[in-house]
Structure formats: structure tokens, C-alpha cells
């Protein structure tokens, strides 16, 4: 029943940005952990980024001082800001959730992943 959305993924150049957003919907109770993973072609999906339901945030080494990751609650939605991209952030990015939902117990929800190029 629980599902996300991804949305903004797309191409850009070198320095340039984009803004990801990835709502949840469906029967939630409660959602903790919110945040965004990549995986490029051959290698294993990393984090990116997490938020906590307090707005605590964590970031990877690889994107520190360029991407900003943000929730609006009462949209139950999380948001990846990426701003001086580089080649090399070119991935499929996923959006997970940790929620409680009708199972009345807590697990992650991955979203179908979005697409980002960076590229010339």
C-alpha cells in the first residue's frame, strides 16, 4: 500500500542543478528515516544523504557542501537539492522511507529510482 514517487531526475551539465523530489503515499502511521542512494552501472548502490524526522542530517564525503537533502512532513516528502554537479555524481538515485504502515511494524520502502546524467 506504501509506495514513493521519485521525480527530477534528468540531464544536466557539469556545475549545473537539479532537484529531486520523492513523496510517499498510501496508509502511514509514521515515518523516521528519510533518504537518497545512488548506483551507477557496475558498482554498489551508496548513500547519499539521510534526514530524520527531527531534521537531523547526514551526508556522503562525495556531495558534502553540494547537495541538500530536506523533508516537508506534512507532505510526507523528501527532497535532494544538487547543486555543481559533476560527471561522476551520474547515477540511478533512490529515494527510501523508513515507515510504519498498515503491518503496524517499521521497514524501508525504496522508490523505482531516478535517473541523473551528468554529462557535456
Known amino acids: 500500500q506504501v509506495q514513493l514517487v521519485e521525480s527530477g531526475g534528468g540531464l544536466v551539465q557539469p556545475g549545473g542543478s537539479l532537484r529531486l523530489s520523492c513523496a510517499a503515499s498510501?496508509?502511514?502511521?509514521?515515518?523516521?528515516?528519510m533518504g537518497w542512494y545512488r548506483q551507477a552501472p557496475g558498482k554498489e548502490r551508496e548513500l547519499v544523504a539521510t534526514?530524520?524526522?527531527?531534521?537531523?542530517?547526514n551526508y556522503a564525503n562525495a556531495v558534502v557542501g553540494r547537495f541538500t537533502i530536506s523533508r516537508d512532513n506534512a507532505k510526507n516528502t523528501v527532497y535532494l537539492q544538487m547543486n555543481s554537479l559533476k560527471p561522476e555524481d551520474t547515477a540511478v538515485y533512490y529515494c527510501?522511507?523508513?515507515?510504519?504502515?498498515?503491518?503496524?511494524?517499521?521497514?524501508?520502502?525504496w522508490g523505482q529510482g531516478t535517473q541523473v546524467t551528468v554529462s557535456s
Open positions: 527510501k522511507a523508513m515507515i510504519v504502515g498498515l503491518t503496524r511494524t517499521r521497514r524501508d520502502y
Open positions: 534526514i530524520s524526522s527531527g531534521g537531523g542530517t
Open positions: 498510501g496508509t502511514i502511521f509514521s515515518i523516521n528515516d
